[in-house]
Every structure is written in structure tokens, then in C-alpha cells.
């Protein structure tokens, strides 16, 4: 399901909402809280408050405010986006170690090589 609210453009994928911004065209996040797919989602309008409706196959409804789903999916973009960068940083670091292992793997190699040369 594709839900116009505003300038942000929502859809739903099994249990999971994405939000996406129709002006920049940058997404803003995703929230997954149903226990079971998301079978509709439903934008309500009341006076200055906009939110959204959404119902599970598990028989839950689930009530958005727009405007704290927007800050609350842009906090889980941004710990998503940590969380990517640390096991970048942590494999980078494992590649380090691997190559520092390597180079004195060849550098014994080459000591060993070198005093057989000299040896003859």
C-alpha cells in the first residue's frame, strides 16, 4: 500500500513501513512494530494532526502520529547508518591486522631467502 501524507510518501512491505520524502526524494526511515504483515495503511486528518492508521494479518491496529514517526524512522536511519559504519570500521580494522600478519609473513620469507643468498 502507497499513502500520500503531506510531503512524505509512505508505503508498507510485510510487517515493515518506509517513509520517503517527496520533495528531496530521500527516504526517512523505516518502523517495524506489527507481529505479523501489514495489511493496510490508512492517513487520518484531524485539525492540525496528521496520522496514520495501520492493520496487521495478526489483527493489531496500530495508530502513527506523522510527525513523531518522521523524527522516530529518521533516529533508526541514523543508528542504521552507525551500525553500518562500525562493522565497516570493524572489518577495515580486521584487514589491517591481516595485512600486518602478511607483511611479516613475507618479511620473514625474505630475511630466510635473503640469508640462504648470502649463505651460498
Given at each position: ?13 510485510f510487517a515493515t513501513i518506509f517513509v520517503w ?14 507481529d505479523g504483515y501489514i495489511v493496510d495503511l ?79
Amino acid at each position: 500500500a502507497l499513502k500520500l501524507v503531506g510531503s512524505h510518501l509512505w508505503a508498507v512491505c510485510f510487517a515493515t513501513i518506509f517513509v520517503w520524502d517527496t520533495e528531496t526524494f530521500e527516504p526517512h526511515g523505516q518502523m517495524a512494530k506489527h507481529d505479523g504483515y501489514i495489511v493496510d495503511l490508512a492517513p487520518v486528518h484531524q485539525s492540525l494532526v496528521s496520522s496514520i492508521w495501520t492493520v496487521g494479518n495478526e489483527g493489531g491496529i496500530k495508530i502513527w502520529t506523522a510527525e513523531s514517526l518522521y523524527s522516530g524512522a529518521l533516529r533508526i536511519q541514523q543508528t542504521q547508518e552507525i551500525a553500518d559504519l562500525e562493522h565497516e570500521v570493524r572489518r577495515a580494522q580486521e584487514d589491517a591486522n591481516a595485512t600486518r600478519k602478511r607483511s611479516v609473513a613475507l618479511q620473514a620469507q625474505l630475511s630466510e631467502v635473503s640469508d640462504e643468498r648470502d649463505a651460498v
